[in-house]
């Protein structure tokens, strides 16, 4: 190595490459292969940007690839274009800084392609040819051009410019040979010309051939080639041009180079000054294509580092072109080293050797992916898309590279922690995908959600990072950073609860437009959501919004990475509310028991308190329904919580009555909590009624919460879920309220088919529309329950409370209106909730008078109440009550003894069925033997026996309420 930059640029090579997983196989050493061949067949199967190519020139030179038989040094000289490093390898660098000694000298060099406008022909408007040339358009000779301005070269400059049909061009009187050779050339003497596209050309004019010169202002000139001749080739065709610039730059273009076989022919390509030149084989190029020339000045051939200022002199060449970077070019010729501005972690010369990357942006390839993390984890940092890209996941382990970051895992490595488990499927099991932590299990992650970014107060400019690095409690940690610059954005993370973790800030850079300069305002946050709990300590106000009127100049850190916070993850409630999720410390317990039932029976399974939730009832006299007891809840005590205070919180506390030890009755509740006496440790019992209506559908819930000294909210726990009562009487007319007298005179108006249209009061004789004594069992049943009880079914228009009960109706006709979808009842009615729903089911008298047998009768029964059972599922509890059939007297007209005993199997077959659904209860209201009124139809009943009746299903509906749920 001649130098200690280049034994560093190797040792860097090495580093890299060691790392980098996608880049074509390099040949092996001595291969017949050129470098370029080889760079070629890599790029084809790797598909790359120009700077990609670098890092694949280097691996190919360390393997041993080869260029015109000689390996090059450094390996990462010219590696952004095949062309400039052609230039560069056709002579020797003897300081090993990516310029050779002929460049230096010279003071102009090949920087590679040129794209956008520069690389668009220029069109001879204003030009003139250039005349003078032989009769025969001679291919010796040249002929002057004055230059609007004077052009600098080889410390002179010149203001006539001497063109040669062959395409060079001279600042004097020019050399007109048409036998192209390597250049510096001996055999030329001390000529100075540029060879454009150096070959045996001819002019034929009569065939379109031109070579005209145009000047489109005060310092540019254009000299074009224009469908030229190749001597000696058939067919063959070339347009190429050169433009000069005050400045010293050149842009060459090329339009077409055929050799009228689809081939580009032979040339050279390159300049020469004296003794010293460049070249390279200008049958290598593919139009239409354009080259940039850069003018170079007080640079040395023996110092890898002319201006002294720690940057070889060919990577600053490579910064040089103009545009290329969004701060400033980099001179060789100027001490003008930036270092790490960027704050990427990558000095200027790292930046290069990993793909040209821009000193003076964090963030290269604008991936949202600092240039310093994408080449620790072997991403490439030039690449923007694809498994490189912020999306990308080049390790196919399910992590996008920003979820890899964000895991502080490896984009390369499937499972970093080599533990046999992907880093997804540990990130998903909530253990450490980095290293050996875990938790129990996932319940044991709380949600957060962290914000950061810039609110863009006064420009939105910025993008930030934020880290959480454990204390206790959990080995897993995180860096959030933003994908946008100028917003607020946000990331859900589950934290170990019980874990603690201190936060920290970083600024991350500012938008390119900004030329780094910063204007650090920024918004950052850690919040719990659905239901988890934390504790935050932000002594010194790291946290929050904060709007500066600070800006701070490109290198300077905007912000003060020593400042931190710390989060303490206390609880959380699981997404269905049932169960709580918090530090052990802190865990409480509820017991439940619906009304109904007493304390001296089990408990309802704490599974069920949410959903589908505890019954409450209204208060009832022991005379109308035994011991109905109220609803109750245990709340048991915490173990070893001092300070803490505990409450029990209503959704709404207007619908409910309560009672505590110690109170002498129930109470209202004044407000949405009320705290619980005693002992932190003792358990409480809380006894609740329903306070007035509770519409079908209403709940409450109930959690338990726990405060600390200052009052805030440690943890809510032991959700319950207080569910009301609601009827559903479905059946025919005997739930209806049918009332028809001895002689056959109807005492209602009938309801038949298709039973959508409610009787209106007018049709009812005697104003009797409101009586209870004309609505069935169903009126007495309300009142009985109170207006606090709900009944859902067909609006009956003030006719007794809402229900389903269908003059004339069957088995079958029940069973078809459930699955009729024109008609909303039943269904509406049985699909009310969350509730816990009283289905009154009555029916089966009318399908007697089709003779049907009572196996026949039943099985079409059971269909009707399975498909009402399925309807509820999810809709809350059930409590069927099925009605046996009542008893027909023999002076009835359709009364046979065969009917009768048909009707008292199939009530036998009602007490007989069992139903084993979720969440439902099933009684028998056994009404079989309810005697007839002397002056009913023997069929249905007049005031006493509905009443009689509704003794019995009352005495049902409390009954069933005291079974095990």
């Given at each position: 190595m001649s130098s200690v930059k280049d034994q560093w640029a190797w040792a860097s090579w090495r580093a890299y490459l060691a790392r980098t997983g996608d880049v074509a196989v390099a040949p092996r050493a001595g291969s017949a292969c050129t470098w370029w061949a080889a760079v070629a067949d890599g790029l084809n199967k790797h598909p790359m940007n120009l700077h990609s190519a670098m890092l694949v020139a280097g691996l190919l030179l360390l393997a041993g690839g080869r260029l015109d038989a000689e390996t090059l040094s450094p390996p990462w000289a010219r590696a952004w274009h095949y062309y400039s490093r052609q230039a560069y390898a056709s002579r020797p660098d003897q300081d090993g800084d990516g310029l050779n000694d002929d460049e230096e000298r010279?003071?102009?060099?090949?920087?590679?392609?040129?794209?956008?406008?520069?690389?668009?022909?220029?069109?001879?408007?204003?030009?003139?040819?250039?005349?003078?040339?032989?009769?025969?358009?001679?291919?010796?000779?040249?002929?002057?051009?004055?230059?609007?301005?004077?052009?600098?070269?080889?410390?002179?400059?010149?203001?006539?410019?001497?063109?040669?049909v062959n395409g060079t061009l001279s600042f004097e009187a020019g050399q007109d040979s048409s036998e192209p050779v390597p250049l510096p050339a001996a055999s030329l003497g001390t000529q100075s010309f540029l060879a454009v596209w150096w070959q045996s050309l001819v002019l034929d004019a009569g065939a379109g051939g031109r070579i005209w010169v145009s000047h489109p202002d005060d310092e540019t000139t254009v000299v074009c080639w224009d469908n030229l001749k190749v001597s000696n080739a058939v067919n063959a065709s070339v347009s190429f041009q050169a433009e000069l610039r005050a400045t010293g730059e050149q842009i060459w273009r090329y339009r077409q180079l055929d050799d009228g076989n689809g081939a580009v022919p032979a040339a050279v390509v390159g300049l020469q000054w004296g003794q010293d030149g460049w070249w390279f084989q200008g049958n290598g190029l593919a139009p239409p294509v354009a080259l940039r020339l850069t003018p170079l000045a007080g640079l040395s051939a023996e110092n890898p580092d002319s201006d002294h200022d720690g940057v070889p002199d060919g990577i600053e060449f490579y910064y040089l072109k103009a545009g290329l970077l969004p701060g400033?070019?980099?001179?060789?010729?100027?001490?003008?080293?930036?270092?790490?501005?960027?704050?990427?972690?990558?000095?200027?010369?790292?930046?290069?050797?990993?793909?040209?990357?821009?000193?003076?942006?964090?963030?290269?390839?604008?991936?949202?992916?600092?240039?310093?993390?994408?080449?620790?984890?072997?991403l490439m940092p030039n690449i923007g898309t694809g498994i490189h890209g912020r999306d990308g996941d080049p390790d196919g382990d399910g992590l996008s590279n920003y979820l890899e970051r964000f895991h502080r895992t490896r984009p390369r490595l499937a499972d970093t922690d080599a533990d046999g488990r992907t880093d997804s499927a540990e990130v998903n099991a909530g253990a450490d995908p980095a290293g050996s932590g875990t938790v129990p299990s996932t319940k044991w992650l709380a949600p957060l959600v962290l914000t950061l970014g810039d609110p863009g107060g006064d420009g939105a400019t910025e993008a930030y990072e934020m880290r959480l690095d454990p204390i206790s409690g959990d080995s897993r940690g995180f860096t959030f950073q933003n994908s946008l610059y100028g917003a607020k954005q946000t990331k859900g993370v589950n934290l170990a609860i019980g874990g603690h973790y201190t936060v920290t800030l970083d600024h991350l850079g500012s938008l390119p437009a900004s030329q780094g300069v910063a204007d650090p305002d920024y918004?950052?946050?850690?919040?719990?959501?659905?239901?988890?709990?934390?504790?935050?300590?932000?002594?010194?106000?790291?946290?929050?919004?904060?709007?500066?009127?600070?800006?701070?100049?490109?290198?300077?850190?905007?912000?003060?990475?020593?400042?931190?916070?710390?989060v303490w993850v206390q609880s959380r409630v699981l997404a269905d509310g049932t169960t709580p999720v918090i530090d052990r410390a802190l865990v409480t317990s509820v017991d439940a028991w619906a009304a109904g039932r007493g304390t001296g029976v089990a408990a309802l399974p704490r599974a069920q308190l949410a959903n589908p939730g505890v019954l409450v009832l209204p208060a009832y006299t022991a005379a109308l329904a035994g011991t109905v007891l109220p609803a109750k809840l245990?709340?048991?005590?915490?173990?070893?919580?001092?300070?803490?205070?505990?409450?029990?919180?209503?959704?709404?506390?207007?619908r409910l009555f309560y009672k505590l030890p110690g109170m002498s009755g129930f109470a209202a509740l004044a407000g949405s909590e009320i705290a619980l006496p005693g002992a932190s440790g003792a358990a409480v019992d809380m006894e609740i009624l329903v306070r007035g209506a509770w519409p079908a559908g209403t709940s409450v819930t109930v959690d338990y919460v726990l405060r600390g000294t200052s009052g805030n909210v440690v943890a809510v726990q032991n959700r319950v879920r207080?569910?009301?009562?609601?009827?559903?009487?479905?059946?025919?007319?005997?739930?209806?309220?049918?009332?028809?007298?001895?002689?056959?005179?109807?005492?209602?108006?009938?309801?038949?088919?298709?039973?959508?249209?409610?009787?209106?009061?007018?049709?009812?004789?005697?104003?009797?529309?409101?009586?209870?004594?004309?609505?069935?069992y169903r009126g007495y049943l309300r009142s009985d329950l109170t207006s606090a009880i709900p009944w859902v079914g067909h609006p009956a228009n003030g006719h007794g409370p809402d229900h389903c009960g269908y003059p004339g109706a069957r088995t079958g006709n029940i069973i078809d209106a459930l699955g009729e979808p024109s008609r909303p009842y039943p269904v509406r009615a049985v699909t009310a909730g969350p509730v816990e729903l009283v289905v009154l089911y009555f029916i089966g008298i009318n399908d007697l008078s089709s003779d049907r047998g009572a196996s026949a009768i039943f099985s079409y029964w059971k269909e009707g109440l399975d498909k009402l059972l399925a309807l509820r599922a999810g809709h809350g509890r059930t409590l069927v009550v099925a009605l046996t059939l009542t008893r027909i007297r023999s002076d009835y007209a359709n009364y046979s003894s065969s009917r009768d005993r048909q009707l008292r199997a199939f009530n036998n077959l009602l007490r007989a069925h069992t139903v084993n659904n979720p969440h439902t209860r099933y009684i028998v209201a056994d009404i079989e033997n309810v005697p007839h009124d002397s002056d009913d139809d023997g069929l249905h009943y007049m005031a006493t026996g509905y009443q009689h009746i509704e003794q019995i299903v009352r005495q049902a509906v409390f009954q069933g309420l005291r079974l095990a749920p």
């Open positions: 010279l003071g102009l060099a090949l920087w590679g392609l040129t794209t956008g406008a520069d690389a668009t022909w220029r069109e001879p408007v204003g030009a003139l040819d250039i005349q003078g040339w032989g009769p025969s358009g001679g291919d010796e000779g040249v002929q002057p051009v004055a230059l609007p301005f004077a052009y600098p070269w080889g410390g002179s400059s010149g203001t006539t410019l001497w063109v040669s400033r070019p980099l001179d060789p010729a100027l001490s003008d080293n930036p270092g790490d501005q960027d704050r990427d972690g990558l000095d200027v010369t790292q930046e290069y050797i990993h793909g040209g990357l821009n000193p003076f942006f964090w963030d290269s390839d604008g991936d949202m992916l600092s240039d310093g993390y994408e080449t620790s984890v072997q918004e950052a946050r850690i919040e719990g959501v659905n239901g988890t709990v934390l504790s935050v300590s932000d002594p010194k106000n790291l946290l929050g919004s904060h709007l500066s009127s600070k800006v701070f100049s490109p290198g300077v850190a905007p912000l003060d990475t020593s400042r931190t916070a710390t245990r709340f048991h005590g915490v173990a070893n919580a001092p300070g803490l205070t505990r409450h029990a919180r209503f959704s709404a506390p207007a207080l569910i009301g009562l609601a009827v559903a009487a479905i059946g025919d007319s005997m739930t209806y309220g049918f009332r028809r007298r001895r002689d056959g005179t109807e005492e209602t108006p009938r309801w038949g088919s298709p039973w959508l249209n409610y009787p209106a009061p007018q049709d009812w004789r005697n104003g009797n529309w409101a009586d209870p004594a004309f609505q069935g």
